[in-house]
């Protein structure tokens, strides 16, 4: 039921997303008579409906869309709204003519239009709705979000104008069929400062008007146009806090959940600064509509333009709470809330033109000074600094999604099994294997769900890897154990951002979870939170994710002041339970057939067809990478969990086996065979290390000495995750795995690793079959192995963050960073070349260079060997390249397997 209700929401429906609650409701009913429409509609979901239902392809977006508090556009990339308002019909010279290029050039990525139904003085010259239309055509060519507002019924009382004078017109169908034309980068703003709230009689009262107009409003815009709609609040668009009232309300009667609630910070004699903070405590998708440094004032009937100051310039009247608009800015920028500047001009008060034009000619002359200048070139909030453009505005030649790009698509409403985290909204991240299939992540706070294919050299298999499991559901959430018994899981600390960021070409993604991990979930805590960065990365062309995290300790709060070398903590993350052997739900899973582990130098297995207490084991196989793994007595199935680098020593927990278990197998005498009492503690007899002393946590926990489980007794349950010494997070001092050495756990803790779900055996890898753990391990190997040189032009990379979200520094070797597996170089001139040389005796498979420093949204010309590459053209492409313009980084990765050295050269 969970896999059939999250294929109806990806796909086209006129119909709200459901809830992925499992329940086969009237509404999942309706859903299912919708998509069987061109055949047979009975609401039975039978084999014909399953087989067309996953061959369906997801839908892809159309317009802007808003997720939360934050807006992204039909790519899926978040858009953070930095423009400047343009009073389009007080400038008479429109049309034909009209200010856009030169507002164009100040790096603004939105503009937000004045127009009117009837402007209201008979000598303005005409316009028509086709000049509308010109004039958003050029907004696209100029590559700014046009923001259509109407302004016929500006800072009038009666909310309900909005209905009797507005509303027809946006919803005629000459004006539908121009916005529709134009929904792939159109906002509409549907009244200009409309009703009152805080200035009428009956507040109250007022509010509840406004709320009821405005629900009829969208109500009446849903059912013809789609693109988001903004609000503006009321008493003149000041009134934040109304918005804390009434805005989750309006969001929750809008069928599309795209609204955009905005303020116009005119704000002399009110006070909105402290409520920006609770619009974001309470997820709202503020921006702020109009930011201006001047505002009117009305005396005696007689309007005094530019009676208050808001810049602090002390020109003309202070602000009665000492506002100005530079710290709202600042303040925007720290919470990523988008604005738009009053205004390009004309305006009745001079000093809030941002453009200067010359009275007889009307030509630019340049910005205004100061607040022009401020606007457009502040080093730390203005347009050229924070400005990030739209890649729904690709030009061409511009680095565009391809045939095989990545696609996002709303996934609705899922629910924890176990009933720890709370419902939450995921999304459907969907890119492309080495095999050319489709693989997707059910994203949100972690994985819910993971649907992929693979071929084991026998058969092509299609697996669904839900979180119906045994142990604690879902995956790729953080836990860390304390000495209190402390351990609360990840996923029921909420996160304060959940983004997914699909790079321009769409062939890299990264998925981005911010939370706090509160201690206080469970006793023991002691007030102790620690701020965390998970990152899930994926490439066109590379199997398995990347799953990166950061716990930030130099942020941690420490009310108590603990002293973490005595409250010594450890880490657990990615963590979780998943059916990876594709079974319905925990109960119909298959058991576990056994499992292994890597240290920095050895490899543990279990070596018989099922794993219990009493399995027989080796643990002296020579081993690099770090990695842990559990797979399936009879489904060829197996999942792990592989760091993505060599031989280190700060993974995995070694108090039990170290000395005792690691170096011999089950059939040898080693010191305590047999003895857990110290663990757990736990007086039975068994083969496999103590429950509680393996290095990496598996299932392990099913045999707890209190749980009354037989020794002999196999399992289901296919919880994975990791492990660290004690003391690895926030101790001054921690033992590495093999005792040889110390290190440091404060500051930024960081590592990263591959998950992998798979076959336990591929056929066609001659000799013994190796299933998809094995690989990746040899894959790392290969990756660290390989070296870069003679790079001219451009620089090797030999520092970056040390993980996601990470301010401290790293160093690197060959450009390789482990965090996403890639390589890392830096452009000159938007050029790099070098040489790539894989190990002797191994090889490189579809590898990933990062190239910083490059400043052009261009697709690049690549030669490898002198010989020219195709260049995202599908499939068969001989690279896939993906822009990143927020850090100025082009992700290539070449899809060639690489045996031997090769020259690469990347350029314009």
């Known amino acids: 039921m969970v896999l059939l209700q999250t294929r109806l929401n990806a796909l086209p429906s006129a119909r709200p997303l459901l809830d992925v609650d499992g329940d086969f409701g009237p509404k999942t009913l309706q859903r299912v008579k919708e998509f069987q429409a061109s055949g047979f509609v009975n609401g039975v979901v039978d084999a014909g409906t399953w087989s067309k239902l996953l061959d369906a392809p997801p839908a892809p977006r159309e317009t802007f869309f808003v997720d939360g508090r934050h807006l992204h556009d039909p790519n899926g990339n978040r858009v953070v709204l930095r423009g400047i308002n343009l009073p389009l019909l007080d400038d008479w010279s429109f049309p034909p003519g009209n200010r856009l290029a030169d507002l164009e050039k100040t790096g603004s990525n939105a503009v937000r239009i004045q127009w009117y139904i009837d402007y209201g003085n008979p000598n303005r010259p005409g316009y028509a709705s086709a000049d509308l239309d010109a004039f958003l055509t050029q907004c696209k060519t100029n590559r700014m979000i046009p923001i259509l507002g109407l302004w016929d019924v500006t800072c009038d009382a009666d909310p309900t104008l909005v209905n009797t004078k507005l509303i027809p017109w946006w919803i005629s169908d000459e004006i539908v069929s121009i916005l529709n034309k134009h929904r792939r980068y159109l906002i509409i703003n549907l009244a200009n400062e409309l009703g009152f709230y805080r200035w009428s009689g009956a507040p109250a ?12 409003a969208i109500t009446s815009i849903r059912e013809k146009l789609h693109m988001p709609v903004m609000l503006d609040a009321p008493d003149c668009g000041t009134s934040i806090d109304a918005w804390l009232s009434i805005g989750q309300e309006l969001i929750d009667h809008d069928p599309d959940h795209n609204l955009l609630l905005s303020v116009h910070a005119y704000w002399a004699d009110y006070d909105g600064m402290p409520h920006i903070n609770s619009t974001v405590n309470a997820n709202l998708p503020i921006v702020f509509g109009e930011v201006a440094n001047k505002q009117g ?128 909204k995921v999304n459907l991240l969907t890119w492309k294997d080495a095999r050319n299939a489709d693989r997707t992540l059910h994203l949100g706070a972690y994985l819910y769900q993971y649907d992929f294919s693979f071929d084991d050299g026998q058969r092509v298999i299609t697996r669904s890897a839900n979180d119906d ?116 739900s925990r109960n119909q899973g298959d058991a576990i057939g056994g499992v292994a582990w890597g240290d920095f130098g050895l490899k543990f297995t279990t070596t018989d067809a099922q794993l219990t207490l009493n399995s027989p084991w080796t643990y002296n196989t020579p081993n690099t990478v770090c990695f842990t793994q559990a797979w399936t007595a009879n489904e060829n199935a197996e999942m792990g969990i592989v760091q993505t680098r060599v031989a280190d020593k700060e993974m995995g927990y070694p108090g039990r086996v170290v000395g005792r278990e690691r170096g011999h197998t089950s059939a040898e005498d080693h010191p305590d065979k047999g003895d857990c009492t110290d663990f757990g503690p736990d007086n039975r007899n068994y083969s496999v290390p103590c429950v509680n002393g393996w290095p990496y946590q598996l299932m392990n926990s099913d045999w707890d000495p209190d749980s009354g489980k037989p020794a002999a007794e196999a399992t289901g349950t296919k919880l994975l995750a990791w492990g660290s010494p004690i003391g690895w997070l926030g101790a001054s001092g921690f033992e590495l795995f093999d005792g040889s050495a110390s290190a440091d756990g404060r500051g930024d803790r960081s590592y990263a690793t591959f998950i992998v779900l798979g076959p336990r055996f591929r056929f066609d890898q001659g000799g013994e079959p190796a299933g998809d753990v094995a690989i990746t391990i040899k894959m790392v190997e290969a990756l660290n192995a390989a070296t870069i040189s003679d790079v001219q032009p451009g620089s090797l990379v030999t520092q970056v963050a040390r993980g996601p979200g990470a301010s401290q520094l790293k160093n690197i070797t060959h450009g390789y960073n482990d965090t996403y597996a890639a390589y890392y170089l830096s452009a000159s001139d938007n050029q790099v070349a070098f040489s790539f040389t894989p190990a002797i005796g191994t090889a490189v498979k579809n590898p990933i260079f990062v190239i910083q420093n490059y400043t052009t949204q261009r697709l690049p010309s690549i030669t490898v060997d002198g010989n020219p590459v195709s260049v995202n053209t599908g499939a068969d492409a001989g690279a896939f390249v993906s822009l990143n313009p927020a850090t100025s980084e082009l992700w290539v990765t070449l899809n060639a397997t690489i045996q031997a050295p090769m020259g690469v050269q990347i350029m314009i």
């Open 205 to 216: 009262v007022a509010l509840d008007a406004f709320k009821s107009a405005h629900e009829m």
């Open 297 to 424: 004032e009305t005396i005696n009937n007689v309007t005094h333009d530019c009676f208050y100051d808001l810049d602090g310039l002390n020109q003309n009247h202070p602000p009665n709470f000492g506002f100005t608009y530079q710290s709202l800015l600042q303040t925007l920028k720290t919470q990523e809330i988008g604005w738009l500047a009053w205004s390009w001009g004309p305006d009745s008060c001079q000093s809030r033109n941002i453009g200067q034009y010359a009275q007889d000619s009307n030509q630019f002359e340049g910005l205004s000074e100061p607040f022009g200048n401020d606007i457009v070139n502040n080093p730390d909030y203005g347009l050229k600094a924070s400005a990030e453009r739209s890649s729904v505005f690709a030009r061409d030649g511009d680095i565009t999604p391809s045939a095989n790009s990545m696609t996002t698509a709303e996934g609705g409403i899922r629910h924890d099994p176990e009933g720890f985290a709370p419902a939450r």
């Open 469 to 584: 499991a045994h142990g604690h559901p879902g995956f790729g959430y953080v836990v860390s154990h304390s000495p209190t018994g402390n351990s609360p899981l990840g996923k029921v600390c909420p996160p304060s951002n959940v983004e997914t960021t699909v790079f321009l070409g769409g062939h890299h993604a990264i998925h981005r979870v911010e939370l706090v991990y509160d201690r206080d979930q469970e006793g023991g805590g002691f007030g102790i939170q620690i701020p965390v960065v998970i990152e899930w990365f994926v490439a066109t062309g590379r199997d398995h994710p990347v799953w990166a995290v950061t716990w930030k300790m130099g942020e941690a709060a420490n009310p108590q002041n603990r002293d973490f070398d005595d409250y010594l903590m450890d880490v657990r993350g990615p963590y979780g339970s998943l059916n990876f052997d594709g079974a319905a």
